[in-house]
């Protein structure tokens, strides 16, 4: 059914931009989250994402020591535990000291806190790349065999399929919780109105940790995906992730978890298709650029429709 | 300084308050009996909000006290005077917009969790239009209907008395009789009701009792009948198009 080239563009371009765009979903959700929430944009959060992936990886090699060999989705909810620790104590001693200021200190202050995690993560394990060779990743046999049966072959290897699982798990538990409980209902209403949350008498300090703890949690799957795709730990992934997750929250509308998860999607794949031959046989852009679309995105967004496609809040 | 009234619901007393280091409010009194509605009229500026606000301990309280039921809350934080049974409606933004009716009802509830479902049922009845709407975002209603969200919203709370800032400003006179006819329903129900309004004949047609303000003191007090037809009240603010 499927051609050579249909093959290559579903397997090679659109199933990996897939991955990478759940990534920066979940990366944006904790960015719009706390911009929503807090009113601020937060250049700590790519640090936060990767001093997780870091955090996962110490685990699993602890153990691993120990004769216990963990997958690293059953160390991350145990990494997830110290990065919101992390976070709230960065929110005591940071940021919470700000609220009350102009908006300009509290996003110094986490640029502050962006490069003292970044240099906290290189003192503790070396500023090195530190890269995991395990061959090449074998595509999930079942998948490939029923899906070349129909015609329409889909190579796809494990890690992927767990990291668009563990995506679709997280995004669900989080409309669950922004829906039909009462704090998540209360993070949408300071997301709406932090004063009126206030005369309402709703605790804001409460509703500012359980951000933390979902863009946390959120952040150490993100760092967890990444690691897991590129099977490489660096201390730089999360600053080189920072624009492409702004991009996504801003395209999806700032203050929306939904946009956000929609615009990491669409940002994902916009970079990895990017590179697909479209016209002739060379790639459209060379790879090299992948990370211009984002900020082209982001720029163009922010001129024709600084609110994103879901209505968010303008700058 | 004059004591704090005795038997009244709510008294500010002779207060001087305003925000950061400018000063609003000089000199003002005011109090709320039991089963009473109370307006306070004035110009533009006057610092009604600002007295309304200061209740909330949204505003730096200089000199003078706020105290309910023979409690002094001066500078208490809005959760706790909101805990306490005080139910505030501001003049703007009084909604939460992107939530919808029936959430914004539960937000208003967040300083008692209990028995949420049962007065949730009651201010349906309260206000029936809201009931067919409650799936619906509060940014997505009519202002009068939005109104009524901001109001139902605040009383989710065990009210003890109801603060309403303009609660009928830019509303068609339709909404504008449903709002004080709710209002005096309210009232019946046991709640005091103090109300900041620009439309003040109407307000005054209402309350028991007014108070006129101008540069943050207190200017005249009288019956609501009274000022209405005081002269030079009228001259002041109810010669207008209200
Ligand atoms: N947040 C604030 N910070 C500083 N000054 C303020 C603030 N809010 C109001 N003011 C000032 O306080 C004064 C009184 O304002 P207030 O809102 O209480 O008037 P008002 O009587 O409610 O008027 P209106 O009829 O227009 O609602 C005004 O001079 C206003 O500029
Ligand atoms: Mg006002």
Redesign the interface.
Known sequence: MWDAYLFEFVNFYLIPGLVLGCIYALGAIGITLTFGILRFANFAHGEIMMSGAYITWTIMTLLGAAGIVLHPLVALPFACIFVVGLFLLCDRWFYKPFRKAETIKIVIASFGVMLIIRSAVQVIWGPNQIAFVRGISQPNAWLRDVTGDMGAMIIMPNKHLWIFAGTIVIVIALSYLLNKT?TG??M??V???P?????????VETVIKATWIVGGICATAAGVFLVMDTQTLETTMGFRMLLPMFAAAILGGIGKPYGAVFGGLVIGLAEELSAYPWIGTAPLLSPGYKTGVAFAIMVVMLIVRPQGLFKGRAF | MTDAQTGAVLSLNNLKAGYGQTEILHDLSLHVNPNEIVAVIGPNGAGKSTAMKSVLGLLNIREGSVVLNGEEITDTPAQKVIEKGISYVPQTNNVFVNLSVQENLEMGAWTRPRGVEARIAEMYDLFPDLAEKRHQAAGSLSGGQRQMVAMAKALMVDAKILLLDEPTAGLSPKYRGEIFSTIQKIKHTGVPILIVEQNAKQALGVSDRGYVLVDGANRHTGTGEGLANDPEIARMFLGGGH
Do not use: E, F, P, Y
């Open positions: 009462r209902k209360a949408r209403a997301s709406d109105s004063d009126l949350a206030h005369v309402t008498g709703i605790n």
